[in-house]
């Protein structure tokens, strides 16, 4: 008797899964460049010569100021801070921008989905 022969059919290899690491550092490198073009472009809008900054506009700089790195790195002087303000009110704004843009930014860094596990249960 001959023994029967093993399937020959070839299965396709499924694609390689992208880590989500990795996704998320694309992410935030495109997310990054994408802001660095936006802020050279009205960079020159926000910081006149004539325009003195107050609390709000303090809050918008400090928000965007991390995204003034790419554009830095390219080689382009782009102003991050309003050197004709109001003081104390700008700079606390400008603080407190630069914090909840931190926190947005790197909280979508380090942001994990729930998994469907409860806590404290084994796999």
């Known amino acids: 008797m001959a023994a029967a022969a093993p399937d ?3 299965t396709p290899a499924s694609p390689p899964k992208v880590k989500p690491g990795v996704v998320k550092i694309v992410g935030l ?3 990054s460049l994408l802001l660095g073009f936006g802020y050279n472009r009205e960079a020159s809008r ?3 010569p004539e325009r003195v900054a107050g609390f709000g506009l303090g809050m918008l700089h400090g928000a ?3 995204a003034a790195l790419p554009t830095l790195m390219m080689g382009k002087d782009v102003p991050i801070y309003a ?3 109001v003081g104390r009110g700008y700079n606390i704004g400008f603080i ?3 914090n909840l843009c931190g926190t947005v930014f790197f909280g979508f860094a380090f942001w994990q989905p729930k998994s469907g596990r409860r806590p404290g249960e084994m796999e």
């Open 96 to 98: 407190l921008g630069l």
């Open 83 to 85: 050197r004709n303000n």
């Open 29 to 31: 490198v495109v997310l």
């Open 8 to 10: 020959q059919t070839a």
């Open 64 to 66: 965007l100021m991390p």
């Open 46 to 48: 926000s910081y006149g």
